[in-house]
Structure formats: C-alpha cells, structure tokens
C-alpha cells in the first residue's frame, strides 16, 4: 500500500507556477480531483484558462517535474488538461470600462444604452487603421483556430458597408433562419457567425448615415441567438469612424487587437486605433502584423512591404506584439474557395503563424481577465 499523501502532492503542485499569471497552480485553484491510488500512481487534473493556451505542454510538464522531485517514490502520473475559458471583467455589470472617464454616455442626453450580452464570456474587437491589410482574414482565422482548440466561438462581420466573411467562407447566398423572434447566427467551421451580407443582397450597395448604421449594428449584436459564447469576435470595418466608436462605447469590450502591415503607411493609421481606444479605456490586446514577407520556394523571405514595422511600432508603443503572418497565395485562394487557409492547408507557414497568433490573443485576454479578478 502506498504512503503517498494527497497533500503531498498538493504541496508540490503549489511550487508549479502558471508562466503568464505569476502565481502557483493550487492558489490560482487551477488543480482539481487529486486522486493518489493504492500502488502510488497519482492523477489529477489541470483547468486552463483558454484551451487554446500555448503553454499547455510546458504546464503539464512541469506538474510531472514537480511532483518526482517532491515524491520519488511516486508510481505513474496522470494529468488531465482540460480548460474554462475565464470572463472579462468588463461582463457582467459593465460598470468597468465607465471608470476610464464614464464613456458609456458620451453623446450627452440620449445616449444609448449599453449592449448587455451576459451568456457571452469575452468580447474581441479586431481592428485596422486602414483597408486593405487582411484584417477580415486574422479575424477569421482567429475564430476558427479558437474554435479548432475546443472553445465556443461566434464572428460578427461588423463591417456594413464592404461584408466579406460571407464570401470568404463560401455562404454567399445563405439567409439565416428566425428562430423565436431571433436570428440564427450561421455555423461553419465550428464558428457562429452574422454579417449584413447575410441579410442584403450582395449586389446591393449600403448607402446609410451613421445612425442608420448603428441601429443595424445594434441589431446584428443583439437580435442573434447566440447562446453560450466563450469568445465573439468583431471584425471592425476599417478606420475609426461611427460603427466603431458605437461599437466600443456600447458594448463591454475584453480588449481590441489592431492588425497592420509592415509598412509605414499603414502604421500612420494604426496610431489612431490606438488613441480611440485608449480614449474609451478598452484594454489594447497587443498588435498583429500581416503579410509580413512573401516565402521563396527556396524558403528565402521577400519582405515586400518591408521588415519589422508593426513589431517596431508595439514596441514603441508599448503594445504587446502579437505576433507577425505571412503573405501566401494560399490565403487569397482561400478567401476566395471560402475555405480559409487555416483549414485547407493547416501546415502551411501562413496557417501555423495564423494559429500561434491565435493562442497568443487568447493567451492575453486570459492575463487580462485574471489581473482583473485578482485587483
């Protein structure tokens, strides 16, 4: 019979650090069902914050490190990874963001009321400075990567006047459905999702004023039947005009994540998207750069819009760097199949840096919401 204690292995567990949060596994009660059997063998299991979490295997192995030193007489270890994704702490009362200089009434008298999604966890604002830097394409990769890791994802095209996410994943002629009074988001590739484009006709130009706009915004957030979302992720029309301030003045936002390309051109722009959303507190998740060099069949990179000037500018700006995409053919030509790249071709580079990208703004929107909870 063994002599192992749980509480040995407690004790050990409670020297195993989580790399992002600082603090152990046992205080962040990230540990549960200790379990220690008659031959010695231990088996437990881990609760991540976000099963898209890119430190999973350096955790898991960590906890086994951890518990030979502590216990070398142990026989087997067993560790179960599994994940709950955590809540922004701006869900829920949504009081938070008005603490940055209460923008929840900007406007003054009439100011509309703030968009409550309580089944939804953590909200992904997606932004650019400017068209044209792939911005529809990170946001729908990152829903389906966040989806391929296990999490309950839903995608808002929020761009009304240029709707591409239809086209891209190949439903340009599919209405959704109205269930009870709501529309029925369209799944595919695990994502939920709602575009105008699903709602017009897509050879029909929008020609709306702003508060024609944002009365569709509205609607397209909260006449969906989302249901249980861990992340809904906003793909934002490009600049920084009406949709988008209605946007993150009415809705509990986690955090933005602003997509550029290298070029300086574009990074003139990016400034801007950094001020609005400093200006109504909505935390910056860090900075994505896309088309970042065109691979060689040699494997040689051809910086075409030239090197490093997203991760120069985060770091200028003291923006966490999110991580650099790519430009591949691949990525057109599935836009265009409505296949995206990170399904068609999964081990192409594109799609592998698409992916780390992915667990990185998860990885972020979970440090975020644990400072919070712990403030």
């Not at 997203?310 to 923006?319: L, P, S, W």
Request: with cysteine.
């Amino acid at each position: 019979m063994s002599s192992i204690q749980k509480s040995q292995i407690e004790a050990a567990l409670g020297t195993v650090m989580e790399p992002d949060l600082g603090r152990d596994l046992m205080t962040l009660g990230m540990v549960e069902n200790i379990a220690v059997d008659e031959a010695g063998n231990v088996s437990f299991t881990v609760v991540l914050t976000t099963p898209a979490c890119p430190m999973k295997e350096k955790i898991k192995n960590s906890c086994v490190e951890a518990i030979k030193a502590a216990v070398p007489e142990v026989g087997s270890i067993d560790v179960n990874m599994t994940s709950k994704v955590t809540s922004s702490c701006s869900h829920g009362g949504h009081g938070n963001h008005d603490g940055h200089g209460h923008h929840g009434a900007q406007g003054g008298h009439g100011a509309p009321q703030k968009i409550d999604l309580p089944n939804v966890k953590n909200i992904i604002a997606v932004a650019s400075g400017k068209g044209g830097v792939g911005k529809s394409t990170v946001s729908l990769n990152l829903a389906v990567s966040l989806a391929a890791s296990g999490a309950k994802v839903g995608l808002i095209d929020a761009d009304l006047y240029g709707p591409s996410i239809p086209t891209m994943v190949g439903l340009q002629n599919v209405k959704p459905e109205v269930q009870n009074q709501k529309l029925m988001p369209i799944e595919k590739f695990g994502v939920k999702m709602m575009s105008i484009g699903f709602l017009v006709d897509p050879e029909t130009a929008l020609i709306w004023r702003g508060p024609m706009a944002s009365s569709a915004m509205r609607q397209l957030i909260t006449d969906v039947d989302w249901q249980e979302l861990d992340y809904l992720i906003f793909d934002l029309p490009p600049g920084t005009g009406d949709i988008q301030l209605t946007l993150v003045q009415n809705l509990a936002i986690s955090g933005a994540v602003i997509v550029t390309t290298p070029q300086e051109v574009a990074l003139a722009d990016v400034a801007k998207a950094v001020t609005m959303f400093r200006k109504v507190g909505v935390p910056i998740l860090g900075l994505v750069e896309n088309m970042s060099w065109y691979e060689l069949p040699d494997g040689t990179r051809d910086y075409i819009f030239g090197r490093q000037g997203g991760e120069t500018f985060a770091k200028t700006n003291a923006i966490t760097f999110l991580g650099s995409i790519p430009i591949s053919s691949s990525v057109r030509e599935g836009g265009d199949n409505g296949i995206p790249a990170i399904i068609a071709n999964p081990d192409a580079p594109t799609s592998q840096a698409a992916s780390r990208v992915a667990g990185e703004i998860a990885r972020q929107v979970s440090i975020l919401n644990a400072n919070c909870s712990m403030n």
